[in-house]
């Protein structure tokens, strides 16, 4: 095997993979619709009304509002569903940390039930043992892209009574048993933000069946107004929680592309699945058979346990950085952010753990991402990257197993 980089042999990678964003014509035409139409957002709704009825319809939803970022869109649907100060939220550990700051803006307390050790996604399980009388909703997370288990998550939500909110954020396009993921609990909430697959520099949704809760989320994201009201009637305390003509025609540009990058990224993540389950060091997370469209924001895999360490860990970044693999790190486990535990002790008066013992140990142990954009090429890209798992591999043998 050829010398590493990080010893000053040649790395496999010396080319860029694909930048994001991705854009063209369409967003220009539809921008410039939007600067010369003098209407750039606020009532008039243009753009964004057919934003939200193509969204909707594509996604098999009654309703759907376009909200600021996906952060206030969480926090909206949580508000709107009637989650009060005291009240606990069950969510993963390991999601971005803006799952948990939306329930705490709504007033809530953050509830970490931990993950399935081959899938990364919260634990239905793990759920159950969290419930307490104070539990009011639960976050589904479809992290990376891949939709948690929802079928196991509906059934405790309705036999507790509830409200059980998607996540969806990482994972537009994404389907659970060919069901949209954003459709499939009482409201589905999607980001726009500059890193996802869908892309508007900042920017989110909300889709639900439910009429009632629609109205409510449209209300308070609306300064309080009532749909169909006068302008200055406010019936509820609300906020200006809107996005802009701008955004949506971005977005509308966006999605023309989306299916086909859908599966570029699926059938590129397939082949790379099978060639590091080919490599004796790493491992691709399981995708439950009934995932029907995985989304793929972020790749990732894992380094196999027997060699796992945070100090490993470490050492395959820097030497897949040295072979131009793009890696990247990923989350540290949300139950163990100093500033959520602070948070919540303010709020309930006593220092809470929820230990999350897989998600803790895989966050700094073992797992590693490839953003999606690095699956938007062609299959030499993926050759590529494996090429360069099995150059590490040799090296990772040499630091040893632990005794
Ligand atoms: C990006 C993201 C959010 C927040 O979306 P913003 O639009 O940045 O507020 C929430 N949850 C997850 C899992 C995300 O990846």
């Known amino acids: 095997m050829s010398k590493l980089a990080i010893d000053g042999g040649t790395p496999v990678r010396t080319t860029p993979f694909p930048n994001w964003p991705v854009w063209g014509a369409e967003e220009e035409k539809l921008i410039l619709e939007v600067l010369h139409s003098g209407n750039w957002g606020g009532a008039n709704k243009d753009k964004l009304a057919v934003l939200e009825q ?30 009060e100060p005291g009240d606990e939220v069950i969510m993963p550990p390991y999601t971005f940390i803006a799952t948990g700051t939306a329930a705490l803006l709504a007033g809530a307390i953050p509830i970490f039930a931990d993950v399935e050790e081959d899938t990364l996604l919260i634990d239905p399980h793990k759920v159950e043992e969290r419930i307490t009388p104070r539990t009011k909703a639960i976050i589904a997370v479809h992290i990376a892209g891949a939709p948690a288990n929802m079928t196991s998550l509906k059934a405790i939500a309705d036999r507790h009574g509830l409200f059980l909110l998607e996540d969806a954020a990482q994972a537009v396009g994404a389907s659970w048993e060919n069901h949209k993921v954003g459709t499939l609990g009482h409201a589905g909430t999607f980001s726009f933000q500059s890193s996802k697959n869908i892309n508007s520099g900042e920017g989110g949704i909300i889709l639900t069946d439910d009429d009632t809760l629609m109205e409510t989320m449209w209300s308070i994201a609306n300064v309080g107004r009532v749909p169909g009201g006068a302008w200055y009637q406010h019936e509820r305390i609300g906020w200006n929680f809107r996005m802009t003509e701008f955004q949506a025609a971005v977005i509308l540009g966006q999605m023309t592309r989306m299916d086909e990058q859908i599966r ?42 027997e060699l796992a360490s945070p100090a490993m860990k470490e050492q395959v970044i820097r030497m897949l950085h040295a072979e131009g693999i793009p890696v990247l790190p990923g989350y540290h486990s949300l139950n163990c952010n100093t500033a959520i535990i602070a948070e919540t002790a303010k709020r309930t008066g006593k220092q809470s753990v929820y230990p999350c013992p897989v998600s803790e140990r895989i966050s700094e142990a073992q797992v590693l991402w490839l953003g999606q954009a690095v699956l938007l090429g062609g299959e030499q890209d993926i050759y590529d990257v494996a090429d360069a798992l099995r150059k590490v591999s040799a090296r990772m043998n040499a630091y040893g197993l632990p005794d």
């Open 264 to 305: 570029t990224r699926a059938r590129n993540a397939a082949l790379l699945d099978k060639l590091i389950s080919g490599l004796e060091q790493f491992q691709p997370f399981r995708n439950d058979e009934r995932i029907t469209t995985h989304a793929y924001h972020i790749y990732m895999f894992k380094i196999r346990a």
């Open 54 to 83: 193509q969204f909707a319809h594509r996604h098999g939803a009654r309703h759907a509002i376009n909200i600021s970022n996906g952060t206030i869109a969480m926090t909206v649907a949580l508000m709107a569903a009637g989650i």
